[in-house]
């Protein structure tokens, strides 16, 4: 079974860091590409970043580059989010997804991680 | 104001069929990206409803289905069911963004 388990959110100050895991199971992690996506409370969805099955490929969302950095560990069927000074505007649940096809396509996410940014 | 236009809401009685549109521009659906829609019931993640424009995943029923034409594509779901109040999703790549790119989401109300 598919299983994707994210960890490391929390409340953190303006201008702090926080480091998200993906931690996957049930499949080659290192055959697919991965992906962030956040929600801000009551809002809808907003990809954030991707990164390619060998980390050659990175992207990322306008609203979070230069702060933001996307890594994986195969060996650990792990992909990460680090962030860095982080907004009010931040604060939202941050799901990684599985990219099914390497076309953007995301048939499995995990059940979300919330990361609340205030003073 | 997300990339890709979707109505904000919708409605429809038991057993009706509505649909939901999603608007795009050039550098996205209209350059030939495929276009998946997600479902995605309160309290939950989203679900993969609709790949590449108008496949359906195992198990999704048949009442739901898609389509694309030029720069918009739209959603259909028949046979409407009280278990399909959802908020539903529908995204593509954008080329000048280099991304994945979100409607901004229709909330579906069955009455």
């Known amino acids: 079974e598919v299983q994707m388990v994210e960890s490391g959110g929390g409340l953190v100050k303006p201008g702090g860091s926080l480091r998200l895991s993906c931690a996957a199971s049930g499949f080659t992690f290192g055959s697919y590409s991965m992906n962030w996506v956040r929600q801000a409370p009551g809002k809808g969805l907003e990809w954030v970043s991707s990164i390619s099955r060998g980390s050659d490929e990175i992207q990322y969302a306008d609203s979070v580059k230069g702060r933001f950095a996307i890594s994986r560990a195969n060996a650990k069927n792990s992909v990460y989010l680090h962030m860095n000074s982080l907004r009010v505007e931040d604060t939202a649940v941050y799901y990684c997804?599985?990219?099914?096809?390497?076309?953007?396509?995301?048939?499995?996410w995990g059940q979300g991680i919330l990361v609340t940014v205030s003073s | 104001q997300s990339v890709l236009t979707q109505p904000p809401s919708v409605s429809g009685a038991p057993g009706q069929r509505v649909t939901i549109s999603c608007t795009g521009s050039?550098?996205?659906?209209?350059?030939?990206?495929?276009v998946h829609w997600y479902q995605q019931l309160p309290g939950t993640a989203p679900k993969l409803l609709i790949y590449d424009d108008t496949n359906r995943p195992s198990g999704v029923p048949d009442r739901f289905s898609a389509s694309k034409s030029g720069t918009s594509a739209s959603l259909a779901i028949t046979g409407l069911q009280a278990e399909d109040e959802a908020d539903y999703y529908c995204?593509?790549?954008?080329?000048?963004?280099?991304?994945?790119?979100f409607g901004g989401g229709t909330k579906l109300t069955v009455l």
């Open positions: 997804a599985r990219d099914w096809d390497g076309y953007n396509t995301f048939d499995y």
């Open positions: 050039n550098s996205n659906i209209g350059a030939y990206y495929g």
């Open positions: 995204q593509s790549y954008d080329r000048s963004l280099s991304g994945s790119v």
